[in-house]
């Protein structure tokens, strides 16, 4: 027998483009199924794709063909490519939660901030000023936003304080004139006053000088008596001269000792007199008491201080009505017209009003994101909420990837209704019941207020 060596002929190009194309088909299906699995990335497809195509190469190499049979098509390729599918499939659907699996991170997460509400103070026509007051748009703080304006607002208080600051200074007025006319009485009474004191004290002088006269006439007629009484005697004690004529000049010169007394007591009345005068006391003839025109000066100072103190209560009254007024004004300025400004810097969230409505006092009128305080809400499994404390480190990543932004848990709520005035409400996070609240370094720093984009929050000092 005659024994022939075949080798294997050669793959057709017809075959080698049908698996090349198979291939290249397996291949991309696997890639297209690794991106789709959550948190699968591109980098991670290539890689796998760089493995199998390894894996092919080896498996291409060439291999000696058998001698004595002719060639069978191979099983192998088709073999291999339905484990490396496999493998594949089982990668991606395992990769990414076994890369997760030793990291204690939330299950949703998005970014939050408190929303400010703008209410109107008073009633009224609302004024929309159209530059700052549409929704998305960025406004500062003190940014004028609305203006509420009431026509009809009750001024009576004001016009009652108007009319009483009126009437106190009529009547004031009045007590001006009528003071400038007591204190010119006064004037002329003190005037006639003091006429009358030193008309009194000439007067007093003369009478004073006339006392002294009448004491030093006086005084002469008792010594004339005294002479006449004396030689008397001598005649009566030798009996050339009647007693009765002893008697008379005995008499004579009695009422000369009165009338020096009289005068002596006259001047000391005088004295008295002239003395009171000096010190303002007024003396009488027969009594004391003062002339009409001093009675009449002391009445009038009575009605001059009465005056004077209604005078001091009016003005009082006056600065009353005065400030009353000032209260009033200010009252009714802001009842009539509200100025609302942005009281933070933020994002326009809700716009609840329109130009020309008619609102109520208390009336929400805009929703303002304070940016400035934004923060991270993510809800969490109770296993993972059981692990965290507040201040622990944490990071936050955006969906669509980026540098991971650092932090600190601020609040854990867990179950409970979170009781804050956030744009986005904690329990709208349905995934997971347990909730917790995050502040990150550098979140929104750019002014952008992106409220409401998603993430993942990780936990722990090795987060991110």
Excluded at 44 to 58: K, P, S, V
Excluded at 160 to 186: G, S, T, W
């Amino acid at each position: 027998m005659k024994s022939t060596a075949r080798a294997d002929k050669p793959a057709s190009p017809a075959t080698e483009n049908g698996e090349a194309s198979s291939k290249s088909e397996i291949l991309e299906r696997a890639k297209r199924r690794l991106e789709a699995v959550p948190g699968g990335t591109a980098k991670d497809a290539n890689a796998l794709q760089a493995l199998l195509n390894r894996h092919f190469n080896e498996r291409n190499e060439p291999v000696p063909a058998p001698v004595a049979e002719p060639a069978k098509p191979s099983r192998v390729p088709s073999r291999f490519l339905k484990t490396a599918l496999g493998l594949a499939l089982v990668i991606a659907a395992g990769w990414m939660p076994m890369q997760r699996l030793f990291q204690v991170s939330s299950v949703e997460a998005v970014v939050n901030a408190r929303v400010v509400t703008v209410r109107s103070p008073i009633g009224g026509t609302v004024a929309v000023d159209q530059h700052n007051t549409g929704v998305g748009e960025n406004v500062a703080a003190g940014a004028l936003l609305v203006t509420v304006s009431d026509a009809r607002v009750d001024n009576s208080r004001l016009n009652a304080a108007i009319e009483a600051r009126a009437a106190a200074r009529e009547e004031r007025k009045a007590f001006a004139a009528k003071l400038i006319n007591l204190r010119d009485v006064q004037a002329n009474l003190r005037a006639q006053l003091d006429a009358f004191r030193q008309s009194r004290l000439r007067q007093i002088e003369a009478e004073m000088t006339e006392a002294d006269a009448r004491i030093k006439a006086a005084l002469a007629e008792q010594l004339r008596a005294e002479a006449i009484r004396s030689r008397q005697s001598a005649l009566v004690q030798s009996g050339s001269a009647a007693q009765a004529v002893m008697d008379d000049a005995s008499r004579d010169m009695s009422v000369a000792t009165a009338t020096i007394k009289e005068a002596q007591a006259r001047k000391a009345a005088l004295a008295v007199e002239r003395d009171a005068l000096n010190s303002g006391t007024f003396l009488g003839d027969d009594y004391n008491d003062q002339p009409r025109s001093a009675q009449q000066l002391e009445e009038v100072a009575q009605q001059i201080a009465a005056t004077e103190a209604e005078t001091e209560r009016l003005d009082a009254s006056i600065e009353r009505a005065a400030a009353d007024i000032a209260r009033q004004q200010q009252a009714l300025a802001l009842a009539s017209q509200a100025r609302l400004d942005a009281p933070v810097s933020g994002r326009v969230w809700e716009v609840l009003t329109a130009p020309g409505e008619q609102v109520a006092a208390g009336q929400p009128l805009f929703s303002l994101l304070d940016c400035s305080q934004a923060v991270v809400t993510a809800s969490v499994s109770e296993a993972v909420y059981n692990s965290l404390s507040v201040g622990m480190p944490a990071t936050f990543t955006y969906r669509e990837g980026g540098a991971p932004l650092r932090g600190k848990v601020a609040q854990l709520s867990g179950v409970a209704s979170a009781s804050s005035n956030f744009a986005i409400v904690p329990s709208a996070l349905t995934k997971e019941p347990y909730r917790v609240t995050v502040t990150l370094n550098g979140l929104n720093r750019d002014g952008s207020c992106e409220v409401g984009r998603t993430g993942r929050v990780i936990f722990g000092d090795n987060a991110g």
